[in-house]
């Protein structure tokens, strides 16, 4: 393990890296949350949110892939399916960046199953290639990110017209009925 007090530029770039990667997830997770409020709730609902905020991720996942099977609104569904699939993987990266101690040798970062760095740290067969398949691995999952926000910021916007049409729909109906 390397013990140096002073950090270069490779070390910035990584730790910059693996931030970025964690405040997108973040990012994320509340998007679900703000996303599963429009689910059950039909609008913005200020009291539901803080519940909903409550659940992992994961659970956040299968209850949208849950509502797509029930859900009537003809483009949502696949919508939603393609924007859990982006989330799913994005956070898998975030839980092997988060939870798998980070190994720098031979000046590279990178994330390595530990048992199998125990097992192979005494041979000293250190892989290079291990860094770079993390680095280009973060970097994906940075980039699959941005692309499920804007996706999700889209479902967000489906949501809220639907709602308007929903409401539109029943005026009109009121207003029928009355006559």
Known sequence: MDTRNELDDGDKSFYAMV?????????????MTSLLVY???G??????????A????????????AHCK????????????????KVEK??????????????????????????LAKI????????????????DKISEAISLAHVALQAGSDLIESYEKHRAEEVDYYKQLKSKRRR
């Open 70 to 85: 029930m859900n009537s609104f003809a483009r949502i569904p696949k919508a939603l399916n393609i924007y859990t699939g």
């Open 43 to 52: 609008e913005s609902n200020v009291c539901f949110a803080p519940i909903l």
């Open 90 to 115: 994005v956070f898998k990266q975030r839980n092997i960046v988060c939870h798998t101690p980070p190994s720098r040798e031979e000046g590279k970062w990178g994330y390595r199953p530990v048992a």
């Open 19 to 31: 931030g970025e990667l964690v405040v997108a997830s973040t990012t994320l997770d509340d998007q």
């Open 120 to 135: 192979l740290h005494p041979r000293n067969t250190y892989n290079s290639s291990w860094a770079k398949d993390s680095l």
């Open 39 to 41: 689910i059950f709730s």
């Open 54 to 65: 409550t659940l992992d991720a994961a659970r956040k996942i299968e209850i949208i892939k």
